[in-house]
C-alpha cells in the first residue's frame, strides 16, 4: 500500500502568515511583516523586523473576549452576563467589565444540583465551592473570594474538630482508608468518622 503525502497541507497555515503586514511597521512608514515564532510559551506571531519592532500577537486569542451573550441580569449590576474565553478556560462574567468584576465559574451553574453548601469557617459568610486550577487540580475555597481567601485541598465535610473546635473537618484519603482531619493547617487533629 503506497500513500503519498502532500507537504503542501503542513506548510499552508505559515504560508498564510507571509503576507501579514505588522500594524506597528504600518503605522510607522516601514515594511515589517508578521512570522510564526516560538517562545517559552508557545507560539506567537512577532514582526520580521524584530529588535527594531518589538510587535508580538498571541495565535490564540484567551484574553477574555465574549463568546456569547447569556440574556441573564448580572447579581451585582444588573448588567447582561456573558460567556468568556479566559486563560484558564472559560467562565461567566459581567458585560460591563471593568467597571463591575462579578465572574461566575462554568461549575457554579452545575453546583445548583450538589448537596447543601458547607459555610467557610473563617469568614462565616460564604460557602466553600470546589475551583479547579489552572491545571486542572481541584481545591475547595470560599465564594467570598477576594474578602475572604480560605481554601483546602481536601473534600471539606461539616463537622468540628474535637481537640480545637475549628468548624471544619476534611477527608483525607490514606492507605488505611479515608480520615477525618481538622482542616485548621495548625492543629490537623485525626479523628473517627
Known amino acids: 500500500m503506497s500513500s503519498k503525502i502532500d507537504n503542501q497541507l503542513f506548510s499552508a497555515h505559515e504560508h498564510a502568515l507571509e503576507h501579514e503586514p505588522c500594524p506597528k511597521c504600518v503605522e510607522h512608514g516601514r515594511s515589517g ?31 477574555g473576549h465574549i463568546v456569547k451573550h447569556l440574556g441573564v441580569a448580572c447579581p451585582a449590576c444588573q448588567h447582561e452576563l456573558v460567556l468568556r474565553q479566559g486563560r484558564y478556560g472559560m467562565f461567566i462574567g459581567c458585560s460591563d467589565f471593568p467597571n463591575c468584576h462579578h465572574i461566575e465559574s462554568l461549575s457554579d451553574q452545575q453546583d445548583e444540583q450538589a448537596p447543601a453548601a458547607i459555610a467557610c469557617p473563617e469568614c462565616g459568610k460564604g460557602h466553600l465551592v470546589e475551583r479547579k486550577t489552572r491545571h486542572g487540580k481541584s481545591f475547595y475555597a470560599c465564594d467570598a473570594y477576594p474578602k475572604c481567601r480560605f481554601a483546602v485541598n481536601q473534600t471539606p465535610v461539616a463537622g468540628c474538630c474535637e481537640k480545637c473546635g475549628f468548624g471544619l473537618l476534611v477527608s483525607k484519603k490514606r492507605a488505611a482508608g479515608n480520615v477525618l482531619m481538622c482542616a485548621d493547617k495548625k492543629c490537623q487533629h485525626q479523628q473517627q468518622g
Open 33 to 63: 511583516a508578521l512570522e510564526l515564532r516560538n517562545g517559552k510559551h508557545g507560539a506567537f506571531l512577532g514582526c520580521n523586523q524584530y529588535p527594531d519592532c518589538d510587535y508580538i500577537r498571541p495565535l490564540h486569542q484567551n484574553d
